[in-house]
């Protein structure tokens, strides 16, 4: 089963906040550490080393990244990077996710700066720690199997920064462009809190969320920064867990095994009443319910009203069915039912964001459903027809969950 990941920047984020915060929160059996020194020596770059270190951050325990390069290159364009990352022994699909991430940041530096993607100086994430940070995030997402990611809305900063050019205002214009359509603060903490390459990965990894998600916590852990902050941690948390099925969730509904089917034929009720009856049911905690046209006794045309239910809820759903409809009875059947293993992911359409339910059986990805609420509200603000957003919803989701997809 794919595992669900939350990272909560709630003191901003930086690049190496977040690798040692995927490393601190690894489940059990599952070597992170390893992982990332192997991405590392997969760079083939010379005398490069990783450490992440114990540290407390104000009595809290969290990870620290520190990488030491003697001989290792400056790499200041995106093609030297790009040279890296194809020589080197990366899994494929890692080192493709770290070249569209950083393909991206250039065309954002590119655009601020007003110059070609090819001509862009990167000052910001040209170090060799920096594609320690994007190569090594990807790395442990794959290593950890995550199929779905959200992040809280950081704090970006304010105040002055010092850069290559100059005194700028935070946060950097980098941070704000990447992070465009997400939701985000500037804090109480004068300074940079969030970075590029911070804003980068959480862009990249995650999908927005306003709180944790629904999951089954396996492991959490801190990753620190190497700013020290007067009145609290300096750290990036990572929450992992398994996503949360139906038979997990807060409602006690049952997924799998028995569900009782109950079902009314009715020859005197309108249309009214029966969508009134069916909202009602659902609201009531069955799990589906259906109309079947039917032709009853003396050739009358009627309906079988037909619900799905939890065998735990069954008598509070055949009182409600007796109370809001008109049968004078109703009959049950136990049925056994297979049913997908179920997720929620945020994708972006025209900078619109669609909810899209996943469902994947024996962990593989095998249904993508756009919620359609959020689908035609974004087709109605973009001015596109509803079925072109559905299937580029679709589409962006299953880039997002198995990477180097093009299509469903």
């Given amino acids: 089963m794919r595992r669900i990941l939350y990272l909560d920047p709630w ?3 930086a690049g190496d906040m977040i690798v040692a915060a995927l490393v601190e929160a690894a ?30 951050e104000h009595g809290l325990s969290a990870g620290r990244l520190h990488v030491r390069s003697q001989a290792a290159p400056p790499l200041r364009h995106l093609s030297a990077l790009e040279r890296i990352l194809d020589e080197s022994c990366l899994a494929p699909a890692v080192a493709e996710r770290a070249r569209a991430a950083l393909r991206r940041l250039a065309g954002v530096e590119a655009a601020i700066h007003g110059v070609g993607i090819d001509s862009v100086h990167f000052h910001e994430i040209g170090a060799v720690d920096t594609l320690v ?10 290593a950890l199997d995550i199929g779905e990611a959200y992040h809280s809305p950081p704090p970006l900063g304010f105040g002055e920064i010092h850069t290559e050019h100059g005194v700028l205002c ?39 969320a306003a709180s944790l998600p629904s999951m089954k916590i396996e492991a959490s852990g801190f990753g620190a920064g190497s700013r020290s902050l007067p ?14 099925t139906a038979q997990e969730d807060d ?24 969508a009134h009856a069916q909202k009602a049911l659902l609201s009531a905690g069955a799990l589906d319910t259906w109309c079947t046209p039917i032709v009853m006794k003396k050739g009358r045309p009627g309906v079988d009203l037909a619900v799905l239910a939890p065998v735990e809820q069954e008598s509070g759903i055949v009182d409600l069915l007796f109370a809001e409809s008109t049968t004078f009875g109703i009959r049950r059947t136990i049925a056994g039912r297979h049913v997908l293993e179920r997720g929620l992911i945020t994708v972006d359409v025209g900078r619109e964001q669609v909810r899209v339910k996943v469902g994947s059986w024996k962990g ?7 919620e359609y609420e959020d689908a035609a509200a974004a087709a109605g603000r973009l001015g596109r027809p509803l079925k072109d957003v559905m299937a580029e919803a679709a589409a ?3 880039l997002k969950l198995v990477p180097g997809s093009s299509s469903l």
């Fill in 170 to 208: 935070a946060p950097a214009p980098a941070v704000l462009t990447l992070l465009e359509g997400r939701s985000a603060s500037g804090g109480d903490i004068e300074g940079e809190m969030t970075t590029p390459t911070g804003a980068l990965l959480l862009t990249e990894i995650a999908a927005p």
């Fill in 396 to 398: 962006a989701a299953r």
């Fill in 27 to 56: 489940p059990p059996g599952v070597d992170a550490r390893g992982v990332l020194d192997e991405a590392v020596r997969a760079l083939g770059l010379p005398d490069l080393e990783v450490q992440v270190e114990k540290v407390a």
């Fill in 133 to 142: 940070d994007v190569v090594g995030a990807f790395a442990l997402v794959h």
């Fill in 251 to 274: 409602r006690g509904r049952s997924a799998g095994g028995e569900v009782v089917v109950l079902e009314a034929a009715i020859d005197d009720a309108t249309p009214e009443v029966l």
């Fill in 231 to 244: 009145d609290r941690p300096n750290v990036l948390r990572a929450v992992v867990g398994s996503i949360v």
């Fill in 364 to 370: 593989k990805v095998v249904t993508l459903s756009p």
């Fill in 11 to 13: 003191s901003g984020a």
